[in-house]
């Protein structure tokens, strides 16, 4: 049995697929299945992993029809069956010991959730940052939960997903950012590492783009709710402060990043679920010590005060104002 599952999203990424998945196929650490979805992409993604697939016993291809990122990635995961859990995104790649990295790191540490950095790239190769997470500290440090919230960079124990049934959420994006909230809270075996091997590729093409002004694509509402209600269900095991500026981390990144240059209807949603989610899961939000602008965390100052500014507009009630002057003209 392979003793890592690689689990690779792909939908119209002719440009980068190749290198994608050559860069698992060459890393150093053999025991491997690599979980190739392809998303009902349209252009030469098929045929190159076709043929891809055709040359590497471990390439498990799987065709379907669109159905977006989240329902690829389950489809692949119902089938995988590795003891450890990893993605990979199709325009990305990652270096040759990446998975040995942090296979070894997650056998040492006994870890349920391994964190890991990252490098940014351009389209042809070209450093443009590394984020390098610091040390976790259960309800002292855990701030990297939501520093990196991409599912691909973590490793995962398989069992974990198993045990609370979590799949992503189909018909909304933003799907990682609820599934690592609920890991956060109730996972008893998180860790970070300062692995970096892994190469986000930022292009005009990638999710984050086409997210801005939410023209294409619709922000995890339910699946954030899903998150909060099954957190409750299960209980935290981590820091509740923590969870709470989880939440409010991902509030102010839909507000302040992903939202500008909507239409006023969809920022007037995304201000009614704000006010809604934080009073009735989170009424004493404003009264969070972890989101003080003074609070002693490694978090950047930007993010700080986007959280600190959020706060404020829910609570003056300047929130509505305030999006009307965010919002595109009709």
């Not at 509740?240 to 909507?262: D, H, K």
């Not at 002693?296 to 005060?305: G, H, R, S, T, Y």
């Amino acid at each position: 049995m392979p003793e890592v599952s690689v689990i690779i999203p792909v939908y119209n990424n002719e440009r980068f697929v190749e290198k994608c998945i050559r860069s698992v196929m060459e890393q150093t650490f053999r025991n491997l299945e690599i979980l190739v979805v392809n998303d009902g992409s349209t252009d030469r993604s098929g045929e190159i992993l076709e043929r891809l697939a055709a040359g590497d016993s471990r390439i498990v291809y799987i065709s379907q029809e669109n159905r977006g990122v989240a329902a690829a990635r389950n489809r692949a995961f119902d089938i995988a069956s590795g003891k450890y859990l990893t993605f990979v995104d199709g325009d990305d790649y990652i270096g040759r010991d990446y998975i040995s990295q942090l296979y070894a790191a997650a056998e040492q540490k006994s870890t349920e959730m391994l964190i890991c950095g990252l490098t940014c790239v351009d389209a042809e190769g070209k450093i443009l940052s590394q984020i390098v997470p610091g040390e976790y500290q259960r309800f002292e440090k855990e701030e990297w939960t939501f520093r990196i919230s991409a599912v691909w960079c973590h490793f995962y124990r398989r069992s974990l997903w198993e045990r609370y049934h979590i799949r992503f959420r189909s018909g909304e994006r933003g799907e990682d950012m609820p599934v690592s909230l609920f890991f956060s809270a109730v996972c008893d075996k998180i860790a970070t590492t300062s692995e970096t091997g892994y190469y986000y590729v930022q292009h005009s093409s990638s999710a984050v783009h086409n997210f801005r002004g939410l023209k294409k694509y619709r922000l995890p509402y339910d699946a954030l709710e899903d998150a909060i209600l099954k957190i409750r269900e299960t209980g935290i095991s981590n820091s509740p402060e923590f969870c709470e500026l989880f939440v409010l981390r991902i509030l102010s990144t839909c507000f302040f990043q992903l939202a500008p240059g909507a239409s006023r209807d969809k920022m007037k949603e995304l201000c009614d679920y704000i006010i809604r989610i934080l009073n009735m899961y989170y009424p004493e939000y404003y009264r969070n010590k972890k989101a003080r602008l003074t609070a002693p965390l490694d978090i950047p100052f930007v993010q700080k005060a986007a959280v600190k500014i959020l706060i404020l507009l829910v609570r003056t009630g300047m929130i509505h104002p305030v999006s009307c002057l965010m919002s595109r003209k009709e």
